[in-house]
Every structure is written in C-alpha cells, then in structure tokens.
C-alpha cells in the first residue's frame, strides 16, 4: 500500500467529487414521507393558519373595557364558526381552541378568567384582556408561497406535518440508492449459526445493512463470499451490477487471501484511492464503475462501522441531494486525555453529555477494532488528530455523530 495516506477530509472530497448529485426523483404520498429526502421545495399553497383563530379555549370579546359584562351572543367552535353579525360593544362569543374568531373581535379571554356562567347570560371578565390576546393571526404560520421546506431536507415527522399543513399531498423525493452489501472470508457463518473451529458469526452484514438503512438508501440482497478469487469476483459482479452503491467487508488488504481488489480491478472498477491515515480504518479502498460507487471496507466491525460513517454514509447523502450543511460535524471536549497515534488521526467512539453548557465527549473503554461493544454504547466518533503524546482533557474535537444521535 502506498506510504502517502490521504486524510479523512482529503479521502471524503474526492468522494463527494466522484458521487456528484442526485439519481432521480419521485412522487410520494406525505403519509409515506418518512426519512426521504426533498427533491423540490415545498411552498405554501396558502396562509397557515387560513383565518384568525382562538389559542385557547374561552371567550371572544367585543370592544369594550375590561374587566367588565359582555353579553354572549352564540358560538364559534372549530370547524362551525359563530354566523351573526359582527360583535358590537359588550358582546362576546364562546369560542373554542382553534375555532374561527368572529368579526369585530377584539381578542380572546381564556375561560378560566371569567366567572362561571350558565346558557347565554351576561358573562363577567375578571381580568384586563389587551388588544389581540391569545388570537393566532392568519398567516402567523405560514404565508402564501413562502418556502417551507427546501430540497434537500431530511424529512423527519415535524417535516411533514408541515409538509401537510403547507397544503401538500404529495412530495417529489429523491431516488434511493440501492446498495449491496458482500462481506468476504471462509471463517463467517450466519447470525445464529454453530459455530466450528476458527470460525465467526458475521455481525458485519446486518450492521452494514442497517447503517445503509439509516443513510437513506435501499439495502439490496447481501452476499457472502469465501477467500476464493473466481467465486469473489462472480459475487462482486453480481452485486455491482444491480446495485448504486457496493460496499464490500474484508479482503481489501495485503494478505496472500485478500481478493478484492484484485477482482474489483478484473470487473472495471477505477481505484480512487487505497488507504486513508485513519485508525482504525487505514486499508479502506474506494473506487467506481460508470456512475456506480465501491466501497472495499476493512473487516473488523469497528473498522467498518467507522469507515462507512466517514466515506460511505456521505456518499449516500450525496446521491440523495442532500443539504451540504448536514457534513458540518460539531464540537466536543474531552472528558480525559487520548493517546495520539504518530501518523494517523483516530476515530474514537465516545458518550455525549452537557456539563455546565458544554458538550462533553467520553471514550467508551477500550478502542480496538475488534471490540463491537465499543460502538454499543457510543452516540459519536471523536476525531482524534494523529501527533506525539496525549491530547489532554479539556481538548476540543470533532464529532462524527452515529445514526441514531441528535446533534
């Protein structure tokens, strides 16, 4: 492997240069929105809310002084609203959250501050009510045409009730990617299986499939491989040929059984790169075929978990139009010191949590790239950058957060 390791910023450019934009587009159902991506922007098809309405429950109040008697002239609940005339001085309507304020309203007095009446006699305000209280304009929300959701937007549940009370039944999408998954080596059985001598259960397929899931992409059929050349460039083939995205596990460094870039090579595949200064994470290999993208990530759990955090979940972002701005990666301090490695930056799983207002990153034990329950417990990965010594407690970093964080 070449001695000239790209950085983890430099190794991320030239993946995003290389996935360029969006595949393609669709039309969904709002209801089927769900963590999609926005391919248009959606815009107000009219004022939100479309009429002054109450904010609570109480009474509508004509002008006069308050506190003080107003005569109450009928009704106003949602989606009935009160019919007569305006309100003239000294009247008020009942009128319920939500619910269309009449005419002439001055501003809504909550029921509570009344005195407690029965049918439609006089009603007694007990307190001051100032012009316009506990009314919602109309277009207090939203304005006619105005941008509500640009392209680009991850749509999570608030997102689409807005997208729903924009008036839109239907949101342009953007295409997901489909992306296979092929994890290598004679020594994996399947999630469950008996277990002989020398061999593993394969956690990498499951836990990629579910990174890809939660990227935005669709997770085609996986496939396993032993460390035979012939049979591994027949599954890579197959694989790369029905998906957008190929993420390989294993196979990709230098030993005399590691077979994937050799077959890689045979189907077409351009390299791009072939190791990166990252720990763990150094032998990740990324190449393309046309407009589809490889990933050849290392085998140990961590090493792919963090390797396709870094490179691959970007990428997806990319074919999805994703808003650039989601790559801008928070801060947090260390909570202790960090060994340095000498020449390669560290992606190390850390817990988040405020103190005293401040982001506070926490290692979660031991950080070998063998040791899957690191990542159990963590909400991000530090950045630790490489030099001598120890970065000491107290040293700002740059998080990487990991599906499931808010940030």
């Known amino acids: 492997m070449d001695e000239r390791l790209l950085r983890i910023d ?22 089927d929105g769900l963590d999609r991506t926005l ?24 002008p006069g002084p308050t506190p003080g008697d107003f005569q109450i002239r009928g009704e106003s609940r949602a989606g009935m609203p009160y019919a007569g005339a305006a309100l003239a001085q000294g009247e008020a309507v009942r009128i319920s959250t939500g619910a269309a304020v009449p005419a002439g309203a001055a501003a809504v007095v909550r029921q509570e501050d009344t005195s407690a009446i029965a049918g439609d006699g006089p009603l007694r305000v007990l307190v001051e009510v100032a012009p ?48 296979a998954v092929v994890c290598t080596g004679d020594e994996l059985r399947e999630p469950g299986a008996a277990l002989g001598p020398g061999e593993i259960h394969n956690s990498n397929d499951p836990m990629l499939r579910a990174l890809a899931a939660r990227a935005g992409a669709v997770a085609g059929a996986a496939g396993r491989v032993g460390d035979d050349p012939a049979q591994t460039e027949e599954v890579l083939g197959r694989a790369l040929d029905g998906a957008d995205v190929l993420v390989v596990s294993g196979g990709v460094s230098v030993g005399e059984h590691d077979h994937v870039k050799s077959a890689l090579g045979r189907l077409g595949v351009v390299e791009h790169f072939w190791g990166v200064a990252l720990q763990p994470g150094r032998p990740t290999w990324f190449g393309s075929r046309g407009g589809k993208l490889v990933f ?42 960090v ?47 490489s030099g001598d010594g120890e970065l000491p407690a107290g040293s700002a970093v740059r998080l990487e957060p990991l599906p499931g964080c808010q940030l």
Do not use: Y
């Open 10 to 31: 430099e190794a991320l450019a030239l993946v995003l240069q290389v996935a360029g934009g969006r595949l393609g587009e669709e039309l969904v159902a709002v209801d």
């Open 39 to 62: 391919a248009a922007d959606v815009l107000a098809a009219g004022d939100s809310p479309r009429f002054d309405c109450s904010a609570m429950d109480g009474f509508a109040l004509g």
């Open 132 to 179: 316009g209280a506990n009314v919602r304009a109309a277009g207090e929300d939203m304005l006619t045409g105005a941008l509500i959701l640009a392209e680009g937007t991850r749509l999570g549940p608030a997102e689409l009730g807005a997208a729903a009370a924009a008036g839109a039944a239907e949101l342009t999408v953007a295409r997901r990617p489909v992306l």
């Open 296 to 337: 050849a990530l290392p085998g140990n759990p961590v090493s792919v978990a963090v390797t396709f955090s870094l490179f691959a979940r970007p990428a997806v972002e990319a074919l999805l139009g994703a808003r650039r701005s989601r790559r801008l990666r928070p801060q947090a301090r260390l909570a202790r010191p």
């Open 339 to 385: 060994r340095r490695n000498t020449v390669r930056d560290q992606a190390i799983r850390v817990t988040l949590e405020l103190r005293a207002g401040e982001l506070v990153a926490t290692p979660t034990g031991k950080q070998d790239s063998h040791m899957l329950t690191s990542l159990v417990r963590a909400d991000s990965l530090a950045l630790i950058p």
